[in-house]
């Protein structure tokens, strides 16, 4: 069984910060790319960082200076530092890991995600 558990959200004022993370377990073979989603109430689902197991990184433009995805490899985690949130950054977040499970092809993985609220 593979899970992906995020953590880290919660509600913090605008200008603010929050570091989320989310962490896979299980019989995981890989982990390619990994990549933060964030979806507010009515809205699509939308990319905001994704980093490759490289160390490359992808950002929203909305993100763009204040916001830093990074991975350890070691602990199979990914992390989303957030500076200066903003109250439009308000929304469920979570995360997708690209990965080699078992002896399976490379598969999508999502997590159940974490709230982040930002007060104005």
């Known amino acids: 069984q593979v899970q992906l558990v995020e953590s880290g959200g919660g509600l913090v004022q605008a200008g603010g910060s929050l570091t989320l993370s989310c962490a896979a377990s299980g019989n995981i073979f890989r982990i390619n790319d990994m990549g933060w989603y964030r979806q507010a109430p009515g809205k699509q689902r939308d990319l905001v960082a994704a980093i490759t197991s490289g160390g490359s990184t992808n950002y929203a433009d909305s993100g763009k200076g204040r916001f830093t995805i990074s991975r350890d490899n070691a602990k199979n985690t990914v992390y989303l530092q957030m500076n200066s949130l903003k109250p439009e950054g308000a929304a469920g977040y979570c995360c997708?890991?690209?990965?080699?499970?078992?002896?399976?092809?490379?598969?999508?993985?999502w997590g159940q995600g974490t709230q982040v609220s930002v007060s104005s």
């Open positions: 997708k890991a690209r990965m080699c499970v078992g002896g399976g092809n490379r598969t999508d993985y």
